[in-house]
Every structure is written in structure tokens, then in C-alpha cells.
């Protein structure tokens, strides 16, 4: 069965889409520093470096105000973009270095990418890395962890650096949202294909995609209430873009109207 690395979907988590916290190093003996600090928005730069997001009066950026850099964890956790009972797909730790990002020219390009991924029209406010509401902080990566559906791995930070982010990242949640809204008959049909007939109807909903496959969450009523386990669906090769996407799930969904 083919599936994405532990660095590619370390650099698709710490891409920019989940949701993440900055962990300071002894953050339980240092209360200067204070508890994990929620990041607002984040994007990865070429290489894979986080660029966050925070607020300027935060702990963590005070911080760094007197130390060059602070020992942190950048920890993320990835949730499914349709309500589920259990919507967590996966989690991430990046372990590094944390700097402020003195270079003002960096710093306002990253806000602005921030501002296009996220629609966070305060992130254009920012007019130096280290002033105004907001500041823009890098983490230097030194080690990363991943744990999802695929198990957990560590990863080294050369590995994280050469991965790349799966190319549907950007677009999941749209297409996720669209086949839970519109296809759920499709879905159950591509259950019952491998399962064969069973009584009653299957609640089958899209949990995940990649360009190598699409999860499926499965919801069988018994006499207990209801079973549910995750299916995954590989396509029959890596997908490389969008038409290729859309052609391969027509392909998959296809004999359900037929």
C-alpha cells in the first residue's frame, strides 16, 4: 500500500491548514515564559521553516526580546474539516529553535502570505518583525515527530527539509466538504463495493485526501448503537494535480449512478 513519508506528511501538517501551539522548553519552571501560546496563523517557508504568527505583547515574543532565541516546540494538531465525532487526524511536534524575524522585508512578505492562507486582514498590519500588534517568529527545526493513521516516526530535520507538502493540501478541505455535501450516496457505494451487501445503510464520510489515496469514516448501525471505522480508498496511481484529482475520483464514484 502506498502512502506519502513521515516527512512529506510532517511538511503537510506544518504546512500552514492545521491548527498549532507554541510550547516553550520548561515552560513548567519558567512562568515568565507562560503556558503554550496559540498561534494565530502560520505558513512554512521553502525548506519547511514555520513561520508564525503571534501576538506582539505575547510571553513567548517578550521573551525573545532578551534572549536570540528560545528552545520551543511548534506542536499541531490536524482536524477534519467535516463534523465527526472524532475529528483529529493526526499530530505534529517541531522541535527547534525559536527567533524573531528581524528582517523587515521577510517579515512583511510572511505576513502577507499569512493574510492570503488564512484571510487575517491584521496580519498586513505589521510593520517591522518586532513592533504593532502582531509578530512574525521563525522556528529553526531540529527534530520532528509525527503521529496520525500511518503510525508514529521521527523524523530529522534534513529529511523534513528535503519532503515536500502533498500538493492538495491547500485544497482538502473544499473538496472534503464538497463530496460530505453532495456524494454521500457515492461514498456508501464504494463501502458496500468492498464489503459486499450488510443490513441496514452504512454512514460513509470523507475524513482525508492525499494524493495517494482518500480516507473514508464508516458508520454501521448494530444492536449496540453504531461501529465506526476508518477506510482507506488508494487510487490506482499518485495523483499530480488538480484535473488528475478530479478525473480519478469521477473514476472511483462514477458506477454508484450508474
Do not use: K, N
Amino acid at each position: 500500500m502506498r502512502r506519502a513519508t513521515a516527512a512529506e506528511r510532517a511538511r503537510t501538517l506544518a504546512y500552514g491548514i492545521a491548527g498549532g501551539v507554541i510550547v516553550p522548553a520548561g515552560q513548567e519552571q519558567d512562568t515568565a515564559v507562560g503556558p503554550p501560546a496559540p498561534v494565530a496563523a502560520h505558513v512554512t517557508g521553502p525548506a519547511g521553516r514555520p513561520l508564525l504568527l503571534v501576538p506582539a505583547a505575547s510571553p513567548v515574543a517578550a521573551a525573545l526580546r532578551d534572549e536570540p532565541d528560545l528552545p520551543a516546540t511548534l506542536r499541531i494538531c490536524d482536524v477534519a474539516p467535516v463534523p465527526l465525532a472524532d475529528r483529529l487526524r493526526g499530530r505534529a511536534w517541531l522541535h527547534g529553535r525559536l527567533t524573531a524575524l528581524d528582517d523587515r522585508e521577510e517579515a512583511e512578505d510572511a505576513a502577507l502570505r499569512l493574510w492570503h492562507l488564512h484571510s487575517r486582514p491584521e496580519a498586513l498590519e505589521i510593520r517591522d518583525a518586532r513592533g504593532g500588534a502582531w509578530t512574525v517568529l521563525a522556528l529553526e527545526v531540529a527534530e520532528v515527530e509525527v503521529s496520525d493513521a500511518w503510525g508514529h516516526a521521527v523524523v530529522e530535520p534534513e529529511e523534513y527539509r528535503a519532503a515536500l507538502p502533498d500538493p492538495f493540501v491547500v485544497i482538502e478541505h473544499g473538496m472534503l466538504t464538497h463530496l460530505d455535501r453532495c456524494h454521500r450516496a457515492e461514498l456508501a457505494w464504494l463501502f458496500q463495493e468492498r464489503f459486499g451487501p450488510i443490513d441496514g445503510e452504512p454512514v460513509v464520510r470523507p475524513l482525508a485526501l492525499d494524493r495517494h489515496g482518500l480516507w473514508l469514516r464508516c458508520l454501521l448501525r448494530d444492536a449496540d448503537g453504531f461501529e465506526s471505522f476508518d477506510l482507506y480508498v488508494e487510487f490506482p496511481a499518485p495523483v499530480r494535480d488538480l484535473h488528475g484529482l478530479r478525473r480519478v475520483c469521477r473514476r472511483l464514484l462514477a458506477p454508484a449512478a450508474q
